[in-house]
């Protein structure tokens, strides 16, 4: 940006100076003087910076007057350019940048000048005044540049120490331009006697240099003195090794600060405490029981602090080369050695570390030993105890629940299988995987995910024996280790106990919530399995429990790997299926008893595998809530039944007929759910009050006021909400007061039933009273035969579904039902025989599938 600041500007330059001068110099003498100004600079360090100053406003106030702007301009360039470069040694991006510094600041100074001239051009106070500003605002273009180009590279602020910078530059600029002013003043009176200021400019250089080297001098003392309090009042030693190591970075400026405790008892960890290179931070950590750095070993034999120059030969310690040069000295206490202290890489380019640095740091390095030796130091040893303690549990154990950790499980079960037992007793794997746990991420959010896993590691431990092992093996997956017999008798008491432990809920931040564990056990052989073998086993009943309707324990068998096998491939397969839109819609029709007419459809999703043919929900919605693919499943069976449904409706737009739509627990937890079923109603242009989202009491179980909301705002859009399999849940019956739930689904569990046994119908005939009670609809699910409708008839039922009336048919199957008014009422009302006739066919179990979500009862 300077650069291109200085094209621009070059053109507008004047041709000719603002007065005539008693004699022309020519542009490379000026050239020169700016050569001599810039490579004799004054450093001076403020903070972890370093800014320059020197006696370049004489010759600028010099070439103001005794050569044109351009020439001007141009001396300036190229003379302080060749001294930046020979004897500061800038190069790149640097040298660039202070080129470019220099000529926006010389042509600010030849305008501001030039401003002054047009109110009186002659050499007198006016154009004096002008110069002093026109050096003041040469100067502040300089820092202001300088102190933004620093906080860009640095990534921190400058402008709290701007002010300190200007002050230092003005009172420079000031005395270096009024010096000048008055060699020009005698040059136009006297030219002769131009060279009696050579004397001032020198004394004046060299009280600059004595007031810096003053100010460094003071600076270094209060530093020491710092670095002596730090270690002195801080009580811990991990604080007052980092606190000093900051100090030092600071102090030396330098990018890495480095101090290495050496251990008093023979054996021991050496402790090293590290900041730097940037932000990185190392404290008390053990590096072993021998320095493995040269530079430091180097340091310690010869009992003294070292300055080491930069060099391509240099060698490599045990972080690699650095890149500068460092300070390194050992901690010699009064008695003993207390360790190493190191600084490298110097932040400044300006210079590099030098005698002064290496004799401040040896007395830093002084107080330091001592201050360790006698305060601190044993603190050191009793902080190695601690922190290897806290690092053997942290290997070792769960971060969250505080269990053991699967790298720890599964050594003990290597162990437990190499050392057979005398008495028989055999090792014990109990693999244990939370059921839904995504639900409760997805609804209440990963802090209360970790809370309900912190509080099922305290359900574990309370149902463990004495002599057993639990361990949280990561995400939702638990583990325990028990010695049992062969029979495992023990293990399946346990299991059982740890599954009557999760019955009660959890309470997480105000929601309550139920969750179930699905539970593997397998038995090790001592001497044949390898602990891979007894894990993989239990993983593998695990996922039999889940498969056979989770919340159950289940042990290995060997047949289970072939269904793994297939569970593996079938998951491949689905994820195909739903990028190659392998599902298909079937419709079963629900039917008011009293008028046998046909009141509305539960949409049942089909997978037409490729190879497989048709696959049943039971076989594949467990498997797509493993993953987000019950999500993209959920997401097309409510759409597609939408669709249908605006169609239906619009065969007779004078009567009501809903299309019911299952929908899984993962669906109902994701945050946007509302939003998502209205914008697929609108989508396909259907009215909300044709559709009915079913969904199982399991679902509600994870009850949340996030929860209760959504299916509130889906009910007043005119939604209506049923609940599936009713009956068969594990939650209070006083969700129906929370939840806006308008239709009960009887399970086929309580239909499935003979007639004439009314106490096996008692569990119907309460859910029907029930919901007549709460002016609920009712609809039985699974009806075969006519004995079973004429008993629900007898309840009280309202509606009814199942085989008897129809199975599930296509879209066009049900729009021809519709259009041709078909009735189910002779045949919803037989007559009753009045003896027990032999069945005339025979009825073969079916199981109902369910459109997405979970596998559903039979229908």
Not at 38 to 51: D, F, K, P, T, Y
Not at 601 to 620: C, K, M, Q, S, Y
Not at 817 to 822: E, I, K, P, T
């Amino acid at each position: 940006m300077l650069v291109g600041l200085t094209i621009v500007l070059w053109p507008w330059l004047p041709s000719a100076s603002p007065v005539t001068a008693p004699f022309p110099i020519p542009w490379w003498l000026l050239a020169a003087a700016f050569f001599i100004a810039e490579a004799n600079v004054i450093h001076l360090h403020i903070g972890r910076s370093a800014h320059s100053f020197s006696m370049s406003e004489i010759p600028l106030v010099a070439g103001l007057f005794l050569v044109s702007p351009p020439e001007f301009v141009l001396a300036r360039l190229i003379g302080s350019g060749l001294a930046l470069y020979f004897a500061r040694q800038q190069r790149s991006v640097k040298l660039a940048f202070n080129l470019a510094q220099f000529g926006v600041s010389s042509i600010v100074a030849v305008a501001v000048v030039r401003v002054f001239a047009l109110v009186d051009s002659t050499f007198g106070p006016v154009l004096w005044a002008g110069v002093l500003v026109a050096t003041l605002s040469e100067n502040l273009v300089g820092v202001i540049a300088v102190s933004t180009a620093i906080s860009l590279a640095e990534g921190r602020s400058m402008l709290e120490r701007l002010p300190q910078m200007l002050k230092i530059g003005v009172i420079v600029s000031i005395t270096n331009a009024s010096l000048a002013l008055m060699g020009l003043t005698v040059l136009w009176t006297n030219p002769a006697s131009v060279w009696l200021f050579v004397v001032p400019i020198g004394t004046a250089a060299i009280a600059y240099r004595s007031y810096i080297a003053q100010r460094q001098q003071h600076e270094r003392i209060e530093l020491l003195y710092e670095s002596t309090r730090i270690l002195q009042q801080n009580p811990r030693l991990e604080g007052a090794i980092s606190a000093l190591l900051e100090h030092l970075r600071r102090m030396f400026r330098a990018d890495i600060a480095e101090i290495c405790l050496i251990p008093r008892h023979e054996g021991d960890d050496i402790l090293r405490s590290r900041i730097g290179p940037g932000s990185a931070t190392e404290l008390m950590h053990p590096i072993g029981p021998s320095l493995d750095d040269p530079l430091l070993v180097e340091a310690i034999a010869e009992r003294k602090a070292r300055l080491v120059e930069p060099s391509g030969d240099d060698p490599e310690g045990a972080e690699g080369a650095r890149r500068r040069s460092l300070l390194v000295a050992p901690l010699l206490g009064e008695s003993t050695l207390v360790g190493t202290i190191l600084v490298a890489d110097r932040l400044s380019e300006i210079s590099e570390f030098d005698l002064d640095d290496l004799k401040l740091f040896e007395t830093l390095a002084n107080h330091t030993a001592v201050a360790l030796e006698n305060g601190q130091l044993e603190q050191s040893v009793e902080r190695l105890s601690q922190l290897k303690e806290e690092l053997h549990y942290q290997a070792s154990h769960d971060a969250l629940t505080g269990l053991e950790n699967r790298s720890v499980f599964a050594q003990s079960v290597a162990l437990r299988l190499e050392s057979p037992q005398a008495d028989g007793m055999i090792p014990v794997v109990l693999f244990i995987d939370l059921d839904d746990f995504k639900v409760i991420n997805d609804t209440l959010g990963h802090a209360a995910g970790d809370r309900l896993l912190v509080a099922v590691g305290d359900r574990l431990r309370s149902v463990m024996r004495a002599t057993d092992l639990a361990a949280r093996l990561g995400g939702d997956e638990f583990a325990a280790l028990l010695w049992d017999t062969p029979d495992l008798t023990g293990s399946l008491r346990v299991a059982e106990r740890l599954t009557a432990a999760m019955n009660p809920g959890f309470e997480l931040g105000g929601d309550s919530v139920t969750v179930r564990a699905s539970i593997g056990v397998a038995g090790g052989r001592p001497g044949l399995d390898s602990a891979g073998d007894l894990l993989r086993n239990a993983d593998v009943a695990m996922y039999s429990a889940k498969a056979r309707g989770k919340g159950r324990v289940v042990v290995f068998e060997p047949s289970m790997h072939e269904a793994v096998l297939a569970h593996a491939a079938l998951s491949a397969d689905l994820e195909r299926a739903i990028t190659n839109r392998e599902f298909v819609l079937q419709y079963q029709p629900i039917v008011e008893l009293a008028t046998g007419r046909m009141t509305g459809v539960e949409a049942l999703v089909r997978w037409t595998h490729p190879t497989r043919g048709v696959i049943g929900p039971n076989d594949f919605i467990l498997l797509a809530e493993e993953s987000d693919a019950i999500l993209d499943i959920g997401r097309w069976v409510l759409g597609e039944a939408c669709a249908v449904a605006r169609e239906w409706r619009a065969l007779d737009s004078s009567r009501t007929f809903t299309v019911s739509v299952n929908v899984s627990a993962r669906q109902l937890g994701q945050q946007a759910f509302v939003e998502d079923v209205m914008r697929e109603v609108a989508d396909a242009g259907a009215e909300p009050h044709s559709l009915v989202l079913e969904m199982t009491e399991t679902a509600l179980l994870h009850d949340s006021a996030a929860t209760r909301l959504k299916l509130r705002q889906l009910k007043d859009a005119g939604i209506g909400i049923s609940v599936d399999d009713f009956g068969t849940g594990y939650s209070s019956l006083s969700y129906l007061q929370r939840f806006p739930v308008s239709t009960l689904k009887i399970a086929r569990d309580f239909v499935d039933l003979d007639r004439d046994n009314h106490d096996a119908w008692q569990f119907a005939s309460a859910i029907i009273a029930m919901a007549e009670a709460l002016h609920l609809s009712v609809i039985a699910e699974g009806v075969e035969t006519p004995a079973q409708l004429r008993r629900l008839t007898e309840l009280g039922c309202g509606y009814a579904q199942g085989f008897y009336f129809a199975r599930p048919l296509d879209a066009v199957a049900v729009t021809s039902l519709l259009v041709h008014g078909h009735s189910f009422q002779k045949l919803a009302l037989p007559a009753a025989p009045t003896t027990r006739p032999p069945a005339v066919r025979r009825r073969v179990p079916r199981q109902k599938q369910r459109s997405t979500v979970r596998p559903a009862t039979s229908s």
